[in-house]
């Protein structure tokens, strides 16, 4: 229609565009105030949205945004306020600046306010620095994106803009390859009958291509400047919200009108909405109507912050920080009755005496109330500042490590895995329960037509595979006489071409339904018919009936053609019933070539057998025995059925799904209800199999995380039978299984069930316990009755049943189940304790998302269904078998590796703080510290940081072939830091803390110096004991390190060396001259380190300090180990036992050659044993003496180079022996080691190697070329 011919209608509209003026920006602000205040309704108070095309003034009264995004978190002028409230929000931040306030008061400043402030600084500026780049990046990336031009029709004329000009109601022309600027109603394309090819890789991270439609009445405006400028529409939809796949809106055009006059409405929906951030792909050109604009299109929407997961390790760190602050409480109001009773009985004679400055106040009460802040400042090392830093560098340390794994690197699809959260890593080391989804996780998505059942016969004998063809091409069907077959496509049955061929109503109805009811797009590449189906299911039907000569050509809005054995047919489309997970079926309605209007549907059997008429008992009973068998094979069945409608039905309820179309509240209720009055007494054709086979590696991996008592549980959409033969396959249900299986349809029959087979299993529990076996039960449930099983009354009793079993497999869910069913399980809180069921959910489509986030940890698999699962994931890789390296490798070596590091932290920091506090008493508790006030800023930074953090990053107890899963157990039970362990350390802390402070005191009291002066000075006590603690708490991290690396010895000894050199600077009289109070502990280091008993008082200390320790670990490991431990001591006790019998396979065959040397060759002391001269004196006379020719004869064997074995010496006593050169290019040798040198010694021709362990033994002493001999 023209849009000129209805000029008149647009004359009279009282919203006309030539006499309406732009409202100013003063005004739209006023608007919008009016708005907030209720006078004025906007459009969240009207419910949806309206907009005009080609129609500024009437859009700018509506307040829409414009297109500018920003994604920074700080603006330019704030972001040193906003940064540092974020900041001081935590709690050790807040707690410091309370520290660094009080330093300030005088009064009670024990310590300079700058020992604080700097270590302070120091973390508030690395995270300020990293969040200050981390925005720049934001607004660098921003400006970029705003600053991009799009094509938009302004004044009748199209001109270049910026993205962020751009306005709702403005049309927009998008090329190829260029991106979407803001969401767009879809009008027109270069394409035919408006289809537009797009990437959507930025929203959901897919790679294929989809397909967008313009409506038939929009794709004749084309690129037309004249017939677009007059293209006056009006749109109602839905407000901006985040639901990427689906839009829900009406458009009406001024210049058409229905059979009543009035203006006609078009039912929009998501198959017409271009997204911002889609590609135009394959597409010339489209034309569109924004829509949405700015931070409301559904891109920005969906870029909002992820969910915050904590592990259990940070929560714990949380209530740990709030024991420590009530534990830094106690001890000050200790310090502070310490200090009222030191003031009453000896303050005032002391004061009077010695110090008379020391404090302006008389009363004893105030002074010690006054020391409890004082003290609050001395011990507030006890809360550590550093330590939430520290852990996120170690967990980033960690993720890298994951994300260059080899070993987790798909090369097929060069996939390598990703973490994409670094908060979560030791939480992988606890898991308990793994959800997973089958298809494309468990299998490998890649689907293959396999069987048939039509009109009660099969078809399809064998597996069909290409390795069977290959082996019996008799087998394979021949295909040649389709032009349009894939050739990739093999089959196995030649029955059902015959059927073909003889026109079999039947098989005919069969394979048009599969030809024709679908959502695919057909392409042609290099003379190839391509199809572009976004399931895989629909691609393998499709093509399984395009080789079988129903080849699927094309379509339109309005038509489908196929090609029938080489004669072309054209359907008219009436209407499209799509799938989605709750119908779980489609249907298309069409006109057929004969006249007829024909439903063709295709679904899962459990939601088209209710449609189904009843004329045929025995088709379906056949049919379904059928799909029973092929569903114990671990096929994917799909049942098929169709049905002829009268066009007098078919009109009325046309007429009910139109107006459910054009409805703009509940829609999709209105339109499944319409779709369910067409939907039924359908006529039963028959069913599809579908193989998709499981990927490399699944059955071990299972196996290896069941050994590892890791519960799985799949939740998957196929059938009963298959789920359970899939189950078989992946050894998740094992022979020796009890199968239980839940299929109630009612709450009551659910809850009769569930009491049912409780009882079965306490059963046979009873019945194996008297047998001496465990018995095993795997739980099969199915959607329906899980319907039923969570509702409140009975999801308890549900869970208590499943968490009995050790397999769980939930058939026929749908996403909000699995999601429902992993909340489940992550609340329960086995009795009633604060530990958590750690789970962990895997799939790789958007149907899984839901259990992905809900999980507390979420792995996504990059397969064929999409990027989804692997955008909403915390780690991300290709394949289900490189879980259980995630799991049971990094997780459990994560795991291991924190609680380390947690445990040392909070050791060093008791054991460094502790000693102020037992030096109180011999200050008279006031407040004064016994450290150079550098030290206390330089302890957590400088002198104990690094080795720890080392520790946590790469320690391994096990390696990988050594640790069976079992030992994974340690994270499930959280053995290695609980509330007992921070307990422990502490204690430890407060043992080394009084070691450190007493040992080194009692030493030092009566003695001297070299100047003959007492040593009791309290810089040069303190210099020496921090001394003493920096090196204590160093080799105790040497006694937590079990992977010893070039990186661990640099840094743990490097930190006590660092402890010497800054020192000597901080105490030279260089420093002093520069500032006397900073640097008043002048000369300690010297005096300390020429002091000999301190080198004894710190050798004293550190045998006393740790060797509590190690006889603790000894007795634990004796009496009461953890699984890890027992694995660990029974490897070096075997290494050990390896050592002692190789010495001693070693030491016979040498004492048989010392016998046979001649007893006129031994020298030395009678009865003694023939000793070699020492090699200096062998070198000296090889260096100035002449090689003899003997010498040279021997040049080239082993050993000998430059020497015959006459010269070679053995020491023993002060004896010579001469072993007398003899020919030994023919006789056995034997290695030896001796003073640090290989010898290669001749064996006499009468002495031969033992058969076996010799020979085994002298392979392993020369592969390690060194064997000590006593």
Not at 81 to 105: D, G, K
Not at 447 to 476: C, H, R, W
Not at 579 to 591: A, E, H, Q, T, Y
Not at 1034 to 1060: D, K, M, P, R
Request: net charge negative; with cysteine.
């Amino acid at each position: 229609m023209n849009v000129e011919d209805d000029a008149p209608s647009v004359a009279v509209s009282p919203n006309k565009h030539e006499v309406e003026k732009p409202m100013t920006t003063l005004e739209r602000w006023w608007d919008q105030i009016k708005i907030k205040l209720g006078i004025k309704k906007g459009e969240i108070d009207q419910g949806l949205r309206v907009l005009r095309s080609n129609d500024p003034a009437y859009n700018q009264e509506q307040n829409f945004p414009d297109n500018f995004i920003s994604t920074t978190k700080y603006k330019a002028y704030s972001f040193l306020i906003v940064n540092l409230c974020e900041q001081f929000s935590r709690l050790a931040n807040a707690y410091f600046l309370l520290i660094l306030i009080l330093q300030l008061i005088p009064w009670i400043a024990a310590l300079d306010w700058w020992i604080t402030l700097l270590p302070l600084l120091f973390v508030l500026s690395v995270t300020g620095f990293k969040d200050a780049y981390d925005d720049i990046q934001r607004w660098r990336s921003d400006k970029s994106i705003n600053n991009r031009t799009t094509t938009a029709l302004i004044n009748k004329q199209w001109s270049e803009t910026k993205w962020s000009e751009v306005n709702v109601g403005t049309l927009l022309r998008i090329k190829s390859n260029e991106s979407i600027p803001a969401d767009l109603l879809l009008i027109s394309s270069s394409s035919p009958n408006g289809l537009a090819y797009i990437e959507t890789a930025e929203l959901d991270g897919e790679t294929n291509l989809k397909v967008r439609q313009s409506l038939a009445e929009t794709e004749s405006y084309v690129d037309d400047t004249e017939k677009l400028s007059k293209f006056f529409g009006r749109v109602e939809c839905e407000l901006p919200n985040n639901r990427l796949d689906k839009y829900i809106g009406l458009l009406a055009m001024e210049s058409i009108y229905d059979g009543d006059g009035d203006l006609a409405q078009y039912s929009l929906d998501n198959d017409k909405i271009l997204l911002r951030g889609m590609v135009l792909k394959n597409t010339s050109w489209v034309v569109g109507l924004t829509v949405f604009t700015g931070h409301q299109t559904k891109l920005m929407m969906n870029s909002g912050k992820p969910t915050l997961k904590r592990t259990n390790v940070d929560q714990l760190l949380n209530k740990i920080v709030y024991y420590i602050l009530g534990l830094l409480l106690a001890l000050c109001t200790v310090c502070g009755v310490g200090s009222f009773i030191w003031e009453t009985i000896r303050g005032e004679y002391f004061s009077e005496q010695f110090a008379p400055w020391i404090s302006p106040f008389d009363n004893a009460l105030l002074i010690a109330v006054m020391r409890i802040p004082s003290y609050i400042i001395v011990l507030n090392t006890l809360v550590p500042i550093s330590l939430y830093v520290s852990v996120e560098m170690i967990r980033l340390g960690q993720s890298m490590f994951i994300n260059w794994d080899l070993l987790m690197y798909h090369n097929e699809t060069d996939t390598p895995a990703k973490a994409r959260s670094t908060a979560l890593n030791e939480e992988l080391g606890q898991i308990k329960y793994v959800f997973s989804d089958k298809t494309g996780t468990l299998t490998q998505n890649v689907m293959v037509f396999l069987k048939a059942s039509i009109n009660s016969v099969q078809y399809g004998s064998g597996t069909g595979s290409e390795e069977d063809i290959a082996m019996d091409p008799a087998k394979s069907v021949d295909f040649s006489w389709n032009e349009y077959a894939d050739p990739k496509f093999t089959y196995d049955d030649e029955s059902i071409v015959t059927a073909v061929n003889d026109r079999d109503p039947e098989v005919d109805k069969f394979l048009k339904v599969l030809s024709l009811c679908h959502t695919v797009m057909s392409s042609e590449e290099d003379g190839k018919l391509v199809y572009q189906a976004q399931s895989p299911d629909e691609e393998a039907l499709l093509t399984a009936a395009r080789n079988f000569g129903y080849v699927f050509l094309t379509r339109t809005q309005k038509t489908v053609t196929m090609s029938l054995l080489g004669v072309t047919e054209e359907y008219e489309m009436l209407a499209l019933l799509d799938f989605d997970n709750v119908r779980k079926r489609m249907s298309i309605i069409l006109r057929c070539p004969d006249g007829k209007i024909r439903l063709f549907c295709k679904g899962a059997d459990t939601t088209v057998i209710p449609l189904l008429n009843n004329n045929d008992p025995a088709k379906l009973e056949a049919t379904l025995d059928h799909m029973n068998f092929y569903a114990r094979e671990g096929l994917r069945t799909l049942i098929i059925a169709c049905k002829e409608i009268s066009d007098q039905d078919f009109a009325e309820w046309e007429i009910i799904f139109e107006k459910a179309q054009l409805s703009l509240e509940d829609r999709d209720d209105q339109i499944n209800a319409a779709q369910d009055l067409i939907e039924t007494e359908l006529d039963l054709v028959g069913s599809s199999a579908i193989e998709d086979k499981l990927q490399d590696g699944v059955p071990e991996t299972i196996a290896n995380l069941a050994r590892a008592s890791i519960k799985i549980w799949v939740l998957t959409g196929d059938k009963q039978e298959t789920a359970i033969n899939i189950g078989y396959s992946c050894k998740l249900i094992k022979p020796r299984m009890e199968v239980l299986i839940l299929e109630g349809d009612e709450s009551d029959e659910v809850k009769f069930e569930i009491k049912e087979l409780q009882y079965r299993i306490d059963e046979l529990k009873r019945v194996a316990k008297k047998e001496g076996v465990d018995a095993e039960f795997a739980l099969v449930v199915t959607g329906s009755t899980l319907r039923y099983a969570l509702e409140e009354s009975l999801k308890y009793t549900f869970l208590d049943l499943a968490l009995q079993c050790a397999a769980v497999i939930c058939c026929r869910v749908t996403p909000l189940q699995k999601a429902l069913v992993v909340r489940l399980v992550k609340n329960f809180k086995p009795n009633k304790s604060d530990d958590d069921n750690i789970t962990l959910a895997i799939g790789d489509g958007a149907n899984d998302v839901s259990m992905i986030r809900e999980a507390h940890i979420g792995v996504g698999i990059s397969g064929k269904e999409g990027m989804q699962a692997v955008l909403a994931s915390d780690f991300c890789f290709a394949q289900f078998r490189f879980l259980e390296r995630l799991i049971l490798v990094h997780g459990h070596w994560s795991y291991i590796r924190m609680c380390k590091f947690l445990r040392y932290f909070f050791f060093k920091n008791f054991a460094f703080t502790l000693v102020q506090l037992f030096y109180a008493p011999f200050c008279g508790f006031t407040a004064q510290t016994i450290f150079d006030p550098l030290y206390i800023t330089l302890y957590n930074v400088v002198f104990t940081s690094m080795p720890v953090m080392l520790v946590g990053i790469m320690d391994q107890e096990l390696s990988v072939e050594n640790a069976p899963p079992e030992v994974y157990e340690v994270g499930q039970l959280n053995q290695l830091f609980n509330k007992q362990a921070f307990a422990l350390s502490g204690f430890h802390g407060f043992v080394v803390a009084a070691g450190c402070l007493f040992i080194p005191y009692q030493m030092f009291a009566q003695s001297i110096n070299i100047d003959g002066l007492d040593q009791q000075s309290m810089y040069f006590i303190g210099t020496a004991i921090a001394g003493i603690v920096t090196i204590v708490v160093n080799f105790q991290v040497a006694l937590e390190t079990t992977l010893w690396t070039v990186y661990n010895h640099i840094l743990t000894w490097g930190s006590i060396i660092s402890w010497f050199l800054l020192f000597l600077v901080i105490c030279s009289p260089f420093a002093f001259h520069i500032s006397p109070d900073q640097f008043s502990y002048f000369d300690g280091i010297y005096r300390v380190v020429q002091t000999r008993i301190w080198w004894l008082t710190m050798c004293l200390t550190l045998v006393i300090c740790l060797f509590p320790f190690i006889g603790y670990r000894l007795y634990v490991i004796l009496t009461q180990p953890t699984l890890l431990q027992e694995v660990v001591y029974n490897i070096e006790k075997e290494k050990v036992s390896k050592l002692t019998t190789l010495t001693k396979t070693l030491k016979a065959p040498l004492k048989e050659i010392a016998d046979s040397i001649p007893l006129h060759l031994h020298q030395g002391h009678k009865g003694g044993h023939a000793l070699y001269a020492t090699k200096r004196q062998q070198s000296r006379k090889d260096l100035f003496g002449k090689p003899s020719s003997a010498q040279a004869s021997t040049r080239g064997y082993a050993f000998a180079s430059g020497e015959g074995y006459g010269r070679r010496m053995i020491a023993g006593g002060e004896a010579m022996v001469q072993i007398k050169r003899q020919d030994t290019r023919h006789l056995p040798s034997q290695i030896v080691d001796v003073e640090g040198e290989d010898i290669q010694l001749p064996m006499p021709v009468n002495v031969r190697p033992r058969s076996g362990s010799m020979r085994s033994s002298t392979k392993r002493a020369q592969a390690s070329r060194v064997v000590t001999v006593d």
